[in-house]
């Protein structure tokens, strides 16, 4: 079939800007990117689509993270970015801490950190160009040396010597035809929400409502946990589940409409079925929290077996704890792996299903590294990083890698290696392992 096609005349476009960097993406891994090659000395340019920086931990209302502790909650494994950060919302009372928790250890409030991080972008004189879409990669002599630009002011190009995508999907890398996937199964996405009155739900089991009227407002057998916004009374709920594919128009689209479909009709079922309740829906996300798009092939994939056997890497540059967990497209619940060697598949209101993903063993290991060569992307382009849930790693090794607390040392470690490749004048498959981890050390991460 003839594909209908428009051709659109050739023009030049304005260059608004030359720097050492372009870090596309302002989630806090974008950000954090940006701050450490900031502080390296580089001049720094940040793009972001949205309004705001700090991705799903401000723009989805996704305001947990995880514990820098290690499995058994005896030896801090991170710092960094992350726990400056929250040392600055702790000085707003905007934060609730409890780090010997394996599935909460910082809850934040959203809002202020959107503001935290504004501040960070301009004491760091980092550029910041918002509401402004990454259109396309420009290269030139088979060298990437530029981003084309959309924005309020129109078409307009960015220069740079060194490129970050943090954009969460890798728009870049996938539009430099750098070679990426889609993981067999992908995690589906949550729309989360604020509500106020939460406490008039009183004694109701709302969990046990959700769960029994599912099927009357065609909800699907998800998994549903919040809790109260630090500082307020405001309740943050995240309840639904998503399943299309968010690395189309087409499905990011249909994502939007369908989670905020599952959002009222957990809101009618909890107005129908405990109507002494003045629950009100407060905020909804400016985007669905994705938990999985595409992923671009790098100099390595992570496995599973590497995270569950908490493999050491020479050129690791972030450690984790957080456990697998496994958002299933093909059944409700979520099953949960630990170094252990336990396994738990959950469903809400049903006994837990405890085994083995191994037998047990004298010691275990309690906590995974992420080695810097997951952040390098095959190909010709030796200027390019990756950063952010799409690094390369298989589906066991994505569901404990890809929460925030992980994916901000990636972004850490994508912006002192871009310093490193430009101060030696060499390409980022040929930083040094041993001099980005010195170099990340020096800037208040930990290294093990």
Not at 111 to 122: K, P, S, V, Y
Not at 212 to 230: K, R, T
Not at 334 to 341: A, H, S, V
Request: negative net charge; charged residues 25%.
């Amino acid at each position: 079939m003839t594909q209908n096609l428009i051709s659109e005349p050739a023009r030049e476009i304005p260059v608004v800007g030359e720097f050492d960097l372009c870090v596309l993406g302002g989630s806090c891994t974008g950000v954090f990117a940006a701050i450490r090659a900031a502080r390296l000395g580089l001049s720094v340019a940040i793009v972001e689509k949205m309004g705001c920086f700090g991705g799903v931990a401000t723009l989805s209302l996704v305001n947990v993270w995880h514990t820098p502790l290690d499995e058994v909650f005896e030896k801090r494994i991170f710092a960094g970015l992350t726990q400056e950060v929250i040392d600055r919302l702790k000085r707003r009372n905007s934060v609730k801490e409890d780090l010997a928790n394996a599935s909460v250890a910082w809850g934040f409030n959203s809002a202020e950190m959107q503001i935290e991080l504004d501040e960070l972008i301009t004491e760091n004189n980092i550029t910041p160009w918002l509401h402004t879409s990454f259109v396309a990669p420009i290269v030139q002599d088979g060298q990437l040396t530029a981003i084309a630009i959309e924005n309020k002011n129109g078409r307009e190009a960015i220069k740079a010597r060194f490129f970050i995508d943090a954009t969460g999907d890798g728009d870049l890398c996938q539009r430099l035809g750098l070679d990426t996937y889609l993981a067999a199964r992908r995690q589906p996405s949550t729309t989360c929400a604020t509500f106020s009155e939460w406490d008039s739900l009183g004694n109701a089991n709302w969990g046990a409502l959700i769960r029994e009227h599912a099927d009357e407002y065609d909800l699907p057998d998800g998994f549903a946990w919040g809790g109260n916004i630090p500082g307020s009374d405001v309740f943050m709920l995240a309840g639904t589940r998503v399943f299309e594919n968010c690395s189309t128009a087409e499905g990011f689209t249909k994502a939007e409409i369908e989670g905020r479909r599952q959002v009222r009709a957990i809101q009618d079922i909890l107005r129908k079925y405990a109507p002494e309740s003045k629950l009100a829906l407060q905020a909804l996300p400016a985007r669905i929290g994705i938990r999985e798009t595409r992923h671009v092939r790098c100099l390595h994939q992570l496995t599973g077996d590497e995270v569950l056997h908490g493999k050491r890497f020479d050129d690791a540059i972030a450690n984790g704890s957080y456990r697998v967990d496994i958002h299933h497209d093909d059944k409700p619940g979520i099953t949960f792996r630990y170094l252990d060697g336990r396994e738990v598949y959950t469903r809400p209101g049903l006994p837990h299903e405890n085994g083995r993903w191994r037998e047990a063993t004298a010691q275990s290991p309690t906590f995974y590294q992420i080695p810097y060569r997951s952040l390098v992307p095959q190909g010709p382009f030796g200027n390019v990083l990756a950063a952010g849930r799409f690094i390369d790693a298989d589906t066991v090794a994505h569901g404990a890698i890809r929460v925030m607390v992980n994916m901000n040392q990636t972004g850490e470690a994508a912006g002192v290696a871009a310093y490193l490749a430009l101060k030696n004048e060499c390409p980022a498959r040929e930083v040094s392992p041993a001099k980005l981890r010195t170099t990340l050390a020096d800037g208040g991460s930990i290294i093990l």
